[in-house]
């Protein structure tokens, strides 16, 4: 078998080549896009990547792709998935703290402090990767890379999700999700000096027939505290969150059945369904501007009907797809064979 037809083979890529001919493995730079709860499919895509021995030599991440990135860098990823996937539902609502206020629905920090219990006290400088965290100068506007300092500061800036979790001053700056500004942050692999650049985006369109079949485990939960605490969730912050469950808030539900009563029109689940798809539209757009920008070598496609926002809770299954959307993806890499020294 040449070098050639060994990339080319199903289940092979460039790594299992360099292996067989004594090479350096394939050297890979990654950008991780933000997504929330879809962001457990960084680390199927990781796996598989580490699986196949290939190099992960830089990494950038927005929101949960920063969470992921920054663990992986660390050498701490294992351990954090195998946390991941012990949460159950009712664990995961007690860990994001609810707490109805003007900056956050959600203080995130039981969940923060398990991951630095997990990752440890740790400087991005101390890094074995070059590690960049895309976070969003709220005052400024701008896009902000948190390159120096602690790892678990420069997460918790860039996982900010505005309207559900607070922001987070550093360094005198108010930061929230990188994903305002920069969802895909392929800028800051840019530089780095790698064989592959590969992009996560977790923007992926859905067929009709994945949005019909959406899992909704979360939501039917939520509805029922809904009806049972109705009062607490009249705050258009707090109904907000739960929409992102794909819970229906009285107000949703009224107008779910509205809609249903003409059965041809494209519907959602309430306005706050109708905002968090707009969020995601346009997250997508702005995707798109980057992957124009910094084209990557390979782009794995993430579908916004792998999970909702907010459930943490199916790690195990979003990280399987993660890992399959990687496979299928790096099945298709191939390399043309060198030129013939005649030529």
């Known amino acids: 078998m040449t070098h050639a037809d060994a990339l080319r083979a199903p289940g ?23 997504g929330s709860a879809r962001g457990y499919a960084h680390i199927g895509v990781i ?18 792709g920063a969470l992921v990135g920054g663990l992986h860098a660390a050498g701490r990823l294992d351990d954090f998935a195998d946390w991941a996937r012990a949460l159950t539902q009712r664990a995961m609502l007690r860990l994001l703290d609810p707490s109805i206020t003007a900056a956050g629905v959600l203080r995130a920090e039981k969940i923060l402090d398990a991951v630095r219990e997990i990752l440890g006290p740790v400087a991005i ?12 100068d709220l005052i400024a506007g701008k896009s902000v890379w948190l390159q120096r300092g602690p790892v678990d500061e420069a997460i918790r800036a860039s996982i900010a999700i505005p309207g ?42 859905e067929t009709e027939a994945e949005r019909e079949t959406e899992s909704r485990p979360a939501a039917e939960w939520l509805n029922r505290m809904v009806r049972n605490t109705s009062a607490l969730f009249e ?50 757009a702005l995707a798109r501007h980057t992957l124009a920008a ?45 030129a013939d020294v005649d030529d």
């Open 294 to 338: 910094y084209p990557p070598d390979l782009l794995i496609e993430v579908p916004r009907s792998a999970c909702r926002s907010l459930e943490f809770h199916r790690a195990a299954e979003v990280i399987d797809i993660g890992r399959a959307l990687a496979s299928r993806t790096l099945d298709t890499l191939e390399v043309d064979p060198p």
């Open 125 to 136: 400088e101390e890094l074995s990767i070059p590690y960049t965290a895309v976070a969003t």
């Open 235 to 284: 705050r258009p912050a707090a109904r907000a969150v739960l929409s992102r469950f794909g819970a229906a808030t009285p107000d949703a539900a009224a107008e779910t059945e509205e809609v249903e009563e003409i059965p041809e029109e494209p519907k959602l689940g309430g306005r706050f369904e109708v905002m968090n798809r707009t969020i995601d539209i346009a997250q997508a």
């Open 12 to 34: 092979s890529g460039p790594a299992d080549a360099h292996r067989a001919s004594g090479s350096s493995p394939t050297r890979v730079a990654l950008a991780l896009g933000s």
């Open 164 to 205: 559900v979790i607070a922001p987070h001053v550093v360094d005198g700056r108010l930061l929230a999700d990188g994903g305002i500004l920069d969802p895909l942050p392929m800028a800051p692999i840019a530089a780095v000096n790698a064989d592959l650049t590969i992009a996560v985006s977790l923007s992926g369109n």
């Open 47 to 64: 796996n598989e990547l580490r699986d196949r021995g290939y190099e992960i030599v830089g990494i950038a991440g927005s929101s949960m």
